[in-house]
């Protein structure tokens, strides 16, 4: 099973409403994680992806990055504050991606495993089905001991 | 009809996805605009609302708050960029609520009537069943002519 997999089963547990929108994992590693949504079914009437699914395809990130990077069984995420500008509408399937550095990561678990928790940001890019991107994202998400 | 009846059948046919996450708009008029959101089948591993849900809700705002106050035949509103900041768990049913004054209004649809587009922000605050405070948003809208 990869991350990947991994990451899709905890979406259909955990985040019914973001699975539901055909948001899906599509790569999980240490340090990346990039995330789909279809434009089947996620359309609005000028056959632009609506803007709640753009945010979903983003925001599950700061989860699927965390999922490689921290022990699950002591540490789980949450989401304090996010922006989100669009660039171009979308008319295709979008693809979200989000990066962190190996020290980074390290440092956010060592704050949690002293403190409880550490504030990270995560900063996304979406783009179309020619790369072309369509919207970015700057989301602060927390670390949290269980 | 009332407008949050228009509205309600607008968001059905203009933006499945949010119609399909449940939201509804429950009090449209001329300055204000009202949406609802069911924790039913929108919670997460923890009962509490997923975030883009909270995202749907207010963001739905800018769309119904320009019903009454614009010429649907003229002019229609996108989003631009939107911020939400989370304060609290939702753990029931939310609401979320936006007004603008009527000078507001009126400025924005002369300066779209003059230059084709007219840009606006709008604040957002949704509260769960008891009244508290969940979330709130700054979105940045714009009005545009057809």
Redesign the interface.
Known sequence: MTYADFANAALE??????H??GVRAAEVRFGFAAATAPIE?????FGVM????L??VA?VLGGLIAIPAFDQAKYYP?????????KRPALSDVRAEASLPEETLRRIEAVAAEHGKCDFTLEATITDAAGTVVAETVGLYQLRAH
């Open positions: 547990a955990a985040v019914p409403p973001a539901a929108l079914g996620n359309g609005n009437h609506y803007a709640g699914v945010f979903t925001e949450l989401v304090k504050d996010l922006k989100i500008t669009y």
